[in-house]
């Protein structure tokens, strides 16, 4: 299925492809033998739709990963990857890059760092306060630093130059994967690598984070420890995510609803099959915004219309409780 999503991503466009061309093209870049190829289809397949189609691929499996987890971490349905505050971090680095004029490599770049940061600050919060249940701490004061930088984003638009950087922060903050480049992708994918090997290899012991922290820890799991580590790797994923794609929503949230509703809640069953949904499901929304329209819609607006209802659909017809 997720191959023939990828495929009918390629094919479809204001340049539309036949699949078979398209087999042909990705057939000789391997490697195989060349037949003829015509220049315009190699050039739309190699250089325009495969960076986008390949990123959204990752962003949608790195999001949906990182989501799982801190699901599983938290022992909460509703959290989603932004729960501590990445998301927010990146938008004030992407929006402080836009503001100060940078180049696109910039602005990533302190996406990525500004998402780091936040949740680093987020984390240290929460062990400086002691004497309270430490998953509760981080959500709060995850919730407290998100409000304080969205504040900070609100300021910069308002202080922005409405003809040139608001749009520029605006269309940024809606998501998109238009402007993606094979550059982007070699710096941002061994980036999401890095972050869901950790998860795959601990994947038992983060099933045991679904315990109290009492009966975790007497089968010998050290929650802080592994706790951390989740933490870490959610935060990288989402960071190298959001910082090519901008703030993309509902993936999070939404897929590892349905990948537990597939496979149930065991961690070395519901991580892979998160990825593969989020992959086929991010490709599949960023189609539709780009052939839906004459104009391209923000993935941000269409993550929402399109997860909303299969949201409330999936809770409306999921049994009582987190499973």
């Known amino acids: 299925m997720l191959t023939l999503l990828a495929a009918w991503a390629f094919a479809l466009g204001r340049y539309p492809l036949a699949v078979m061309d398209v087999l042909r093209v990705l057939w000789s870049w391997a490697g195989g033998a060349p037949h003829g190829l015509d220049p315009a289809v190699e050039t739309v397949v190699l250089q325009i739709r495969g960076p986008r189609v390949l990123s959204a691929l990752l962003v949608g ?12 971490l938290f022992r909460n349905p509703l959290v989603s990857p932004d729960i501590l505050g990445v998301s927010a971090g990146a938008a004030v680095g992407a929006v402080l890059g836009i503001f100060l004029s940078l180049g696109v490599v910039m602005i990533q770049g302190m996406a990525f760092a500004g998402g780091l940061l936040a949740v680093a600050l987020v984390y240290f919060t929460a062990r400086a306060v002691r004497g309270h249940d430490p998953l509760l701490v981080l959500v709060l004061a995850g919730v407290v630093l998100g409000s304080l930088l969205g504040a900070c ?48 290899l601990l994947r038992w012991r983060i099933n045991v984070l679904a315990l109290d922290d009492e009966e975790a820890r007497a089968l010998g799991v050290a929650t802080g420890r592994i706790r951390l580590v989740v933490i870490i790797c959610a935060t990288l994923m ?71 209802p299969l949201f409330l659909w999936q809770l409306a017809t999921a049994k009582r409780g987190f499973q």
């Not at 499996?61 to 599983?72: K, V």
């Not at 608001?166 to 972050?195: C, E, H, K, Q, Y």
Request: charged share 10%.
């Open 61 to 72: 499996a790195a999001l949906a990963a990182a989501g799982a987890a801190y699901q599983n």
């Open 153 to 200: 984003v609100a300021l910069m638009k308002y202080l922005a130059d409405p003809y040139n950087q608001l749009p520029a922060i605006t269309f940024w903050l809606l998501g998109s994967l238009a402007s993606v480049n094979p550059a982007d992708l070699r710096l941002a994918a061994p980036l999401m690598i890095i972050g869901l090997i950790p998860l795959w």
């Open 238 to 308: 989402t960071s190298a995510a959001v910082a090519i794609a901008g703030v993309v929503g509902w993936i999070g949230l939404v897929i590892p609803h349905f990948a537990r509703l597939l496979s149930g809640p065991d961690f070395s069953r519901l991580l892979p099959l998160s990825v593969l949904l989020g992959a086929g499901f991010l490709v599949a929304v960023d189609t539709l915004a780009r052939v839906l329209a004459n104009v391209e819609i923000p993935l941000g607006v269409l993550t929402a219309f399109v997860g909303t």
